[in-house]
Each structure stands twice: as structure tokens, then as C-alpha cells.
């Protein structure tokens, strides 16, 4: 059989020069392996880098069908992928194909190289990147989801897996033969999908935070630690922040409730922001700042959902769903806000079975070669419609005014009106949803003429509005009419009053009504709702927190 990943050899297993090994060699130490001998197993957490001096070394991928080949490596090639930054299991297995001599660079001491070493932090950070991009599209790992096209459970764990870059194999319950099979090994019925199995062990409709756990996403949190930042939410504004304070120096702590990137990771497309000409996936931007902002030392606990704040007392106290309190010296707070959900009695029935609130690769392979309604007048939707209408039969875009050139780009707005396979309907709303088990049928009404019309439609995405995730502030911080956080010159002196302001300066850009408490991105008030000014906060309350710190 050959290797997965033959064709592409060259660019995922580069090979050192004697200059970059030389450079190397002092910084590790050298171990001395059998043939046969295991260098690390799957599924080990915290590992060395490995590079081959001498000899040659296999790496293979453990499955329930036995062992898939990757590769041989060759003096002066190396090993891991992502999953060595993050401390995360190892996805592969490692052993000696010959009695060979090693180079084992430690965790922290690979830190520091991709901190210091120009040259080399691009060959490790290109190549982990690209390995972990490789090992997802060729779903190598024992990691194996048994679900439903009928259960909305099963599309949450695909879209949190896949959100979070971890390799999987899908088994449909309805299409796959040997899924039964599968089943009753572990005892399970079929009406217990959607199950997560890896190795000897199963998750029946696990929660994100149990996923994240069984797969050791985070490193464990000292929760008697006092950090210099915590940041909540790891979108765009979140993970800049994230990666600018790590940098400087800073003890930084993100609690991500879902997955890197929030709204903006579910993107499919980003084309106006800064240097990406040819546009790129919110999920790419968001794995790329994931990894720097790990490079320097950020740590980011996945599924980590804030519950509540105490902002009486110092430090800050962030308490924590399923997990102790953390606490830190500042707060960050970036978790964003969430499309508006239609105004209709059954949406709840059908949330994850035919009606979704992004649009990426995986929901564009459920709805490919069918009609689909889009509900929004933004970005995102303009965004979706056209990623949607390369898979889709007919893209339906609603909205509710009169046009899109209020709240679209019009670069998005003159590709909707040349794509043939778009309609544009406006002064448009869905009045009903129907199905069963799944969506089947879709109403939308003219609000002009009054006419409904019903559609066959099993797939709709909902991208309209905009609610802050603020409920979990407990009312700790002042916010607008609209429940978005008040900061810097939005404050008013009622607001200051309010909170007791206890300084004599008014709160900085980004600073709520609690000192030394920012908020920054879409949670924000009157905040520009796009990915480079999310950056940009994220970027520019950081100088703000160092000075507050040394107040």
C-alpha cells in the first residue's frame, strides 16, 4: 500500500541542512534506538521533537484496521505536527525501523528556538501546520464518530472536531455497512448515536467539554495561579490579544467555549481583510493565530466556558462551567456575539438538521447538488451565498430590507448579481419551517404583496443579527440598550457612577466600567463588526493592559 502522503513528500518532511543541525545539536541530547524500539506512542501527551541523525525512523498511524504507513524518516528530517505545541496526544505512532541515533529536543527548549530562530521556527511552524492539514484530510488517528444525518448532536461533535483540527473518521449510521458491527462492540444501540470512539473506549453524545477532555485539548490549569491577563473568547480580537500579550512577556490564559476563531472561524470565505488578497477561511486565519499565539507561551483551554465573573475583589475571579474558578490581574473580555435566531416556535427542532449558522466545507457537502435558503444581509451571508452556490443547486439569499447595499461590501454585492445560481429576494422572512426529524420545507412571505411562497428545502443557514455573550457578566459591567459592553468614552458619567468608579482618570479605549477590565471585538458597544478591527482591539488593548498593570 502506498504512503498517504507519497505525492506530497518534499513539502511535509523537509530535511535540515548540516548548517540548521549544527545549530540544533546544543540544544538537545542524543538518544540511541533499536530497531523495533517505540519513540513515542499514540496518544502520548507532551513529547520531544525527534530528529534524525542516523538510521531511520517509521511513523505510522494505529487503527482499528491495523497500521497506515506515513513515512520513513531520513537523516536530518524530524518529527511531530501541531499536537507537539499544543501538548495535546500524539496522533501517530513512532518506532526505529533501524538501530538509529536521535537528536531529542524538549517541549520548552522547542519553545524557545521557534521563539528566537527565524529560520527555523518557519520550517517547524510551516511543516507542523502543513502535517496537521495532511493527517485531517486524510483522517488518520483512531479517532472514529459513529452519527446521524437525523441527530443534531451528531453535526455539533462534526463541527467542534473539525473546528479544533483534529482528524476523524465519520461513520453514517444510515449509509455505512459495519457500523452495526462496530456498535455492538462496545454495546451500544443504534439509538445512542451519535457515539465517539478511539482505542478500547466510547462516548455516548458526549458534550464539547467531555470531547475536549477525552482528547486532551488542554494542559491542565493551575487554577491557584494569578495570571497576568485572562482573555475570554479566542475570536479574532481574543487570539490577537492572546498572541501580542504572550509576546511581551505577559502570563496569558484564553477560555474558548467552542472552538479558535468564534463567529469568524465559520467563515467560509474572507477576502477584504489585510494581506490575504485571494482571501482566507475564518478557520485557517483562526489556526494560524491559535498557533502563534501558542509559540509564545499563550495557554488556551478549548471548551472552557465562562460562567461568571467576580469583579469585586482582586484579582479577578472568572468562574468556569464543569472546571475551578481561574483568576487573573486583568480581564480581557472577547466573546463576541451570536446570530439572532428566527423568530419561529419549532427552529429548536430542526437546529443542526437543516438549519445552521455557518456555512463551511462541512455544511457545503451536506447541502451540495440542492436548493438552499440563506437568511442575512451581511458579510457572512454575501460570504456564504457565494461559497454555498459552487455545491449548491440554488442559493435563496433573504432579507428583510430593500437591498444589500447598506450592509454589504459591494465587491459581495456585484458577485450575488452575476452568479446565476443566487436569487436575491428582499422585503423577504421565513414564517415557517417543516419536517420531520429533519427539515423538509421551507415558507417565506412578501412582505409587499403579502404572498407566501413554500419550498422543498431541506437547508437553511441563519445569518442575520447580532446578540452579545454577555449574560454570563451577572450585570458585573455597564452595557448598552442592546446588552453590549460599554467601554472608554461610550461610558457615561450615570455608568461611572453606577460602578463606583474608584480612579481619578476616566477609563481608557477599551476599559469598561471596572478598571483594568477590557472589552474588545463584536461583545463591544458600537464596535465595527469585521475581522480586522476585531484585530486590531485585540492588538491595542494589550498596551493598555500593561500600563493598567503597573499602575
Given amino acids: ?13 523537509p530535511k535540515l541542512s548540516t548548517d540548521q543541525l549544527s545549530r540544533l545539536r546544543p540544544l538537545g541530547s542524543q538518544r540511541t534506538v533499536q530497531a523495533g524500539e517505540i519513540i513515542f506512542d ?3 501527551i507532551r513529547r520531544s521533537l525527534f530528529v ?3 538510521g531511520r525512523v517509521e511513523a505510522v498511524s494505529p487503527s ?3 497500521e497506515i504507513r506515513i513515512t520513513i524518516l531520513e537523516p536530518g528530517e524530524f518529527t511531530g505536527e501541531l499536537d507537539l505545541l499544543s501538548g495535546r496526544p500524539s ?24 521563539q528566537t530562530d527565524a529560520e527555523l521556527s518557519d520550517i517547524f511552524l510551516r511543516t507542523f501546520l502543513r502535517r496537521r492539514v495532511a493527517l485531517i484530510e486524510h483522517s488518520l488517528g483512531a479517532l472514529v464518530l459513529i452519527g446521524s444525518n437525523f441527530s443534531a448532536d ?17 461513520l453514517n449510521v444510515e449509509r455505512d455497512s459495519g457500523v452495526q458491527v462496530l456498535l455492538e462492540q462496545f454495546g451500544i444501540g443504534a439509538e445512542d448515536v451519535p457515539v465517539l470512539t478511539c482505542r478500547d473506549r466510547a462516548l455516548r453524545n458526549p458534550s464539547n467539554m467531555e470531547v475536549a477532555k477525552y482528547l486532551g485539548f488542554n494542559t491542565a490549569i493551575d487554577e491557584s495561579r494569578v495570571h497576568d491577563l485572562i482573555v475570554v473568547g479566542a475570536g479574532p480580537s481574543g487570539l490577537a490579544a492572546a498572541v501580542y500579550a504572550a509576546s511581551e512577556g505577559l502570563d496569558v490564559l484564553v477560555l474558548e467555549s467552542n472552538a479558535p476563531g468564534g463567529q469568524a472561524g465559520s467563515s467560509s470565505r474572507i477576502e477584504n481583510y489585510l494581506g490575504f488578497p485571494t482571501g482566507i477561511t475564518g478557520q485557517e486565519l483562526a489556526g494560524r493565530a491559535f498557533v502563534q499565539a501558542e509559540k509564545f507561551g499563550a495557554q488556551i483551554a478549548i471548551a472552557r466556558v465562562a460562567t461568571g465573573l467576580k469583579c469585586d475583589r482582586r484579582p479577578f475571579t472568572v468562574e468556569c462551567d464543569g472546571g475551578e474558578p481561574v483568576k487573573g490581574h486583568a480581564l480581557l473580555i472577547a466573546s463576541g456575539a451570536e446570530y439572532r435566531r428566527l423568530p419561529l416556535a419549532n427552529l429548536s427542532r430542526f437546529e443542526g438538521v437543516g438549519v445552521y449558522y455557518g456555512a463551511t466545507r462541512l455544511e457545503a457537502q451536506l447541502c451540495a447538488g440542492e436548493e438552499i435558503v440563506i437568511v442575512g444581509g451581511g458579510n457572512s451571508a454575501g460570504q456564504a451565498a457565494m461559497f454555498l452556490s459552487e455545491t449548491a443547486k440554488h442559493v435563496h439569499l433573504l432579507v428583510r430590507g430593500d437591498g444589500l447595499s447598506e450592509s454589504m461590501s459591494r465587491y459581495l454585492i456585484r458577485r450575488i448579481e452575476e452568479c446565476p445560481t443566487i436569487t436575491l429576494r428582499t422585503r423577504s422572512e421565513i414564517v415557517s419551517l417543516q419536517g420531520n426529524g429533519h427539515l423538509e420545507s421551507v415558507a417565506w412571505n412578501h412582505r409587499e404583496t403579502g404572498a407566501t411562497e413554500e419550498r422543498g428545502i431541506r437547508h437553511l443557514f441563519s445569518m442575520t443579527g447580532a446578540i452579545p455573550n454577555t449574560a454570563w457578566l451577572q450585570g458585573c459591567l455597564a452595557l448598552d440598550e442592546k446588552e453590549f459592553i460599554r467601554t472608554g468614552a461610550d461610558l457615561s458619567a450615570d455608568d461611572l457612577a453606577g460602578a463606583q468608579w474608584p480612579l481619578g ?3 481608557y479605549l477599551f476599559e469598561t466600567s471596572v478598571p ?5 471585538g463584536d461583545v463591544r458597544s458600537r464596535s465595527v463588526k469585521r475581522v480586522a478591527a476585531a484585530v486590531g482591539e485585540g492588538s491595542v488593548a494589550v498596551q493598555l493592559v500593561h500600563r493598567v498593570l503597573a499602575e
Fill in 154 to 170: 451528531s453535526h455539533r461533535l462534526k463541527e467542534f472536531l473539525a473546528r479544533n483540527g483534529q482528524p476523524y473518521t465519520y
Fill in 91 to 114: 496522533l501517530v505512532r513512532s518506532r526505529a525501523a533501524v538501530a538509529s541515533e536521535l537528536l531529542e529536543i524538549d517541549l520548552e527548549t522547542l519553545r524557545r528556538i521557534v
Fill in 52 to 54: 534524525v541523525l542516523e
Fill in 516 to 520: 483594568r477590565v477590557f472589552a474588545v
Fill in 505 to 507: 482618570r476616566h477609563p
Fill in 64 to 66: 482499528r484496521d491495523g
Fill in 42 to 44: 499514540q496518544g502520548v
Fill in 1 to 13: 500500500m502506498a504512503e498517504p502522503f507519497e505525492a506530497s513528500r518534499e513539502i511535509l518532511f
